[in-house]
């Protein structure tokens, strides 16, 4: 059981604009910073988004992350097939005492 | 350019051992926070260990007392050494780079598989 909760699947028409939720606590989102990763099947991950909101270079600027209190979300605007992947949200966990991820939300592109 | 490039993954049975390897490229594994997240097959990730580039090492609690995680910096290489392996255990094993000393994994190595299985 994920201590960051993620809808297991979203999906959109590709110009479309998706919103993928991370919901956690105050042990992990609501004091720390949350990361986005994007992993297409049989690859490994790649960061998209660090420190809430803040773009890795390179990550094109369709790709948005915020955070309200004790809940994230990685917003991805004009979507593309090549958007199609699974994301995973992440967070350091006060009472872990080490950084957690969501169960993964599968985007499908229809 | 930077590089994480994982071997040591293999097929071992229930109680064994493996050391995994990550060797570096483009960059100071000393200088750097250097963890391991694995993936069990069909699932989400999970964080295992980190080594700071102090020195200090942590680990997740399932696998505290059995995974010891290292470097080398004279080969700029990180290790993961699993002892007593259990089927939980099995998963692809990813060697990450940590961006700004915060879990922010920027670089992520392509994974070795370890399966533990009689």
């Known amino acids: 059981q994920s201590l960051l909760t993620q809808p297991p699947s979203a999906s959109g028409t590709p110009g479309q604009r998706v919103t993928i939720s991370c919901s956690g606590s105050?042990?992990?989102?609501?004091?720390?910073?949350v990361n986005w990763y994007q992993q297409v099947p049989g690859t490994a991950p790649k960061l998209l988004i660090y420190?809430?909101?803040q773009r890795l270079s390179g990550v094109p600027d369709r790709f948005s992350g915020s955070k309200s209190g004790t809940s994230a979300s990685l917003a991805i605007s004009g979507l593309q097939s090549e958007d199609e992947a699974d994301y995973y949200c992440?967070?350091?966990?006060?009472?872990?005492?080490?950084?957690?991820f969501g169960g993964g939300t599968k985007l499908t592109v229809l | 350019e930077v590089q994480l490039v994982e071997s040591g993954g293999a097929l071992v049975q229930p109680g064994g051992s493996l050391r995994l390897s990550c060797a570096a490229a483009?960059?100071?594994?000393?200088?750097?926070?250097m963890s391991w997240v694995r993936q069990a097959p069909g699932k989400g990730l999970e964080w295992v260990s980190v080594?700071?580039?102090?020195?200090?090492?942590y680990y997740t609690d399932s696998v505290k007392g059995r995974f010891i995680i290292s470097r080398d910096t004279s080969k700029n290489t990180v290790y993961l050494q699993m002892d007593n392996l259990r089927a939980e255990d099995t998963a692809a094993y990813y060697c990450?780079?940590?961006?700004?000393?915060?879990?922010?994994?920027?670089?992520w190595g392509q994974g070795t598989w370890v399966t533990v299985s009689s």
């Open positions: 990450v780079r940590d961006l700004t000393a915060s879990y922010d994994f920027d670089y």
């Open positions: 420190k809430d909101h």
């Open positions: 080594i700071y580039y102090g020195g200090a090492t």
């Open positions: 483009g960059f100071s594994v000393a200088n750097n926070y």
């Open positions: 105050n042990s992990n989102i609501g004091s720390n910073t």
């Open positions: 992440a967070s350091w966990d006060d009472s872990l005492n080490g950084p957690t």
